[in-house]
């Protein structure tokens, strides 16, 4: 692996990696530079209330494609009501339906690693935007099961590539010191456009049943509007500026975002070694895919990381509670409208707490909020199982119901639902962020549509109850993989997180000095 520049010091470390000047050792979880001449420490504090403004702004507009994503699986968890209705699907067509749009995506996610390196990270968001468009506007006049699936599949790809696009340019544009927190808005624009698809299932659901459902997907046109015209706004991601050899462009997206110039001078040395060049020249790699099929140990650490922190998020159920809230609702006992009523409250919990995170997750770190979020959704999904399956269908029954499904999309978005996307834009080197982000999003995506597609049929087999304890078990070991495997990344820059893998103990090496508090010190003056 190539070695990478640690805040354009001299001092060698690992790889040859420069780890500062006075070459100190510390613990891993702190910041890395501590000398006076390196400003980066206090990057996000002294830039002016103008810049931190701009770079709120590119996050914010970099994430609206999400809120596609959150619109139809909040939207679809009620509309299929009346599709099934309307065109007299089959249950095992609306399992289908419902999940076939995580299938497809994994399509658009692999294929948006390579767009996103050709054309550019915002220009893969515009083109995301349009597909979706085309698939929505298909579904929303679809006469048939037949034409509703080919407009699924095109929604399905528009959302794969906006998807593993908007975290990789958030996190390769933001301060360091704030890296997580903007990360954190995809999964928030999620949850907003799951509430937003609540919302309009109960605003329409009072139509005829052959038009309400086209409504409810038609409205879900209406955010890509606001994402072309973001297109226009934000900038290019200056890291893909680097590594299309328009270095000056870079220089000017960073002065954007940092006012010190002598400090943009020095991130813009360290992206050019971390993208492989030195002097102007672009030293000759492995192909990425190459790399990532046959993987050096620190990276296969990165994946095993990356790519299991994004399976865990899908496989603990978070999208059959989203999609079927309905049914799980019935099955507690909720009756007639009441039911959609129960979703929103659902949408609510999952969008409040999701801000409960980003105040968090650049304070508390990364791993904290993994462990309240794996442990309290473990406890939650527990006893929605045994609520489901001793308490029946009285009132206690239905209100205990209600607040577990609450208060596992509270915990899953206080911890694992932005924490998994933070980590995976954070943790692969330059030249592989895009494409290893895209395989994040791939097994994502594959657990989310398995996960939809087979919920109505595991929980006719094994009950409703049943299959919540199943999510329930899963989730006990996301909280041992959390323990084990996944490393602490607050507060440093993407080159200096690279350093962690780089250790032959990697990922493993984090989470030993933060539990065992041991202190890995190196010369001190």
């Known amino acids: 692996m190539a070695g990478v520049q640690e805040n354009g010091r001299t001092g060698m470390g690992l790889g040859g990696v420069s780890l500062g000047s006075k070459n100190k050792y510390r613990r891993m979880d702190s910041e890395f530079p501590e000398d006076g001449n390196d400003a980066s420490h206090h990057h996000y504090q002294d830039t002016s209330s103008s810049t931190r403004k701009y770079v709120i702004a590119c996050a914010v507009f970099a994430s609206l494609n999400h809120v596609l994503l959150g619109y139809d699986v909040g939207v679809m968890s009620g509309a299929i009501i009346f599709i099934q209705e309307d065109l007299k699907i089959t249950e095992v067509q609306e399992e289908v339906l419902v999940g076939i749009l995580s299938i497809v995506s994994l399509f658009g996610s692999l294929a948006g690693g390579r767009t996103s390196d050709i054309i550019g990270r915002k220009w893969t968001m515009g083109l995301a935007a349009v597909i979706f468009q085309l698939g929505a506007a298909i579904m929303t006049l679809a006469p048939s099961f037949r034409v509703l699936m080919i407009g699924r599949l095109l929604a399905g790809v528009g959302i794969g590539l906006g998807g593993m696009v908007a975290p990789v340019y958030i996190a390769e544009i933001s301060p360091t010191e704030a890296r997580g ?55 290019e991601s200056p890291r893909w500026l680097v590594m299309q050899n328009r270095v000056e462009e870079a220089k000017s997206v960073l002065l954007k975002t940092n006012e010190n ?47 299991g922190i994004q399976c865990f998020q899908q496989i603990t159920g978070i ?42 997750i650049d304070k508390l770190g990364r791993k904290p909020l993994l462990y309240l979020s794996t442990i309290g959704m473990t406890i939650c999904l527990f ?47 330059l030249r592989l962020r895009a494409q290893a982000a895209a395989l994040g999003a791939v097994g994502n995506r594959v657990c989310s549509g398995l996960v939809a597609m087979s919920f109505l049929t595991v929980s006719r087999s094994i009950t409703v109850g049943g299959t919540f304890l ?18 602490e990344t607050k507060g440093k820059s993407l080159e200096q997180i690279e350093l962690l893998f780089q250790n032959e103990n990697g990922g493993m090496l984090a989470s030993e000095v933060e539990l065992g508090d041991v202190e890995h010190l190196v010369q001190k003056e």
């Open 470 to 487: 199943v999510f329930s078990a899963i989730s006990a070991f996301s909280v041992v993989f959390v323990h084990t495997i996944v490393p």
């Open 383 to 429: 006893s929605l199982g045994l609520c489901l399956s001793l308490l029946g269908q009285g009132q206690v029954g239905i209100a205990s119901a209600i607040l577990l499904v609450c208060g596992n999309v509270a915990f899953f978005s206080v911890g694992i639902g932005p924490v998994c996307w933070v980590l995976t834009s954070e943790i692969f080197p």
């Open 261 to 307: 110039e002598g400090e943009v001078e020095e991130r813009l040395a360290e992206i050019q070694l971390a993208a492989g060049f030195t002097n102007g020249e672009k030293h000759e790699e492995k192909a990425v895919w190459r790399e990532l099929l046959r993987p050096s140990p620190s990276v296969r650490r990165m994946l095993v990381v990356g790519f």
């Open 319 to 360: 999208d059959a509670t989203v999609y079927y809230s309905p049914e799980i609702f019935k099955e507690a006992g909720v009756e007639g409208n009441n039911v959609l009523g129960a979703t929103v409250a659902v949408g609510v919990s999952k969008t409040a707490f999701i801000l409960v995170a980003i105040f968090l």
């Open 181 to 235: 927190t903007l990360t954190s808005f995809p999964e928030i624009f999620i949850n907003f456009g799951i509430l937003l698809g609540y919302i309009s299932n109960y605003a329409f659901s009072g139509l005829p049943v052959h038009t309400n459902w086209r409504i409810m997907l038609a409205v879900g046109i209406l955010p890509s509007v606001f994402i072309g015209f973001a297109l226009f706004i934000i900038p």
